[in-house]
């Protein structure tokens, strides 16, 4: 007689249990390792749109070499190019040249030696800022800081 007769096949309770553990396990792990490439990937979005935004503002200030040339202005999180000065805050969605959006949770601060916070960057007809400036991009703990040169 065949002795398998009697016993069922299939996974006991412990195997599946142990199993459901493990995929527990690696799911947890995945998550946590995606959301922090998540806030890599806008860290760098954010710091690649505010250099693309600072040279693109210095060529037009060069270009447009008559009095006041050229600046950026922030606005929550898009930043503007427009031609002339913009120190009064009229660089706009409707004057501007060029746009762009930083990511959406980044929060990106400049500063000079003299103040923080600024929004609005003046360019000469030689295509320079009127002092150095550096940068602060923040989003979930993790910053990148740099100079926008």
């Known amino acids: 007689m065949d002795s398998q007769l009697g016993k069922q096949a299939g996974f006991s309770l412990i195997e599946l249990m142990v199993t459901m553990v493990i995929f527990v396990m690696l799911t947890l792990a995945a998550a946590s390792l995606s959301s922090s490439w998540l806030v890599s990937s806008h860290l760098q979005k954010s710091e690649s749109v505010l250099q693309m935004a600072h040279s693109k ?3 037009l200030a060069i270009r ?6 050229a600046g950026l202005q ?3 999180q898009k930043v503007y190019i427009c031609p002339g000065n913009v120190s009064n805050g009229n660089c706009t969605a409707d004057t501007a040249i060029w746009s762009a959006s930083f990511a959406q949770s980044a929060s990106v601060s400049i500063s000079d ?7 609005t960057i003046q360019f000469d007809k030689a ?3 009127v002092r150095a400036l550096t940068y602060t991009i923040t989003e979930k703990g993790d910053r990148i800081d740099g100079k926008l040169v």
């Open 113 to 119: 030696s003299v103040s923080d916070g600024i929004t």
């Open 127 to 129: 295509g320079l800022a």
């Open 57 to 59: 503002a210095k060529a």
């Open 74 to 76: 922030i606005i929550g």
């Open 64 to 69: 447009n070499a008559n009095g006041a040339a």
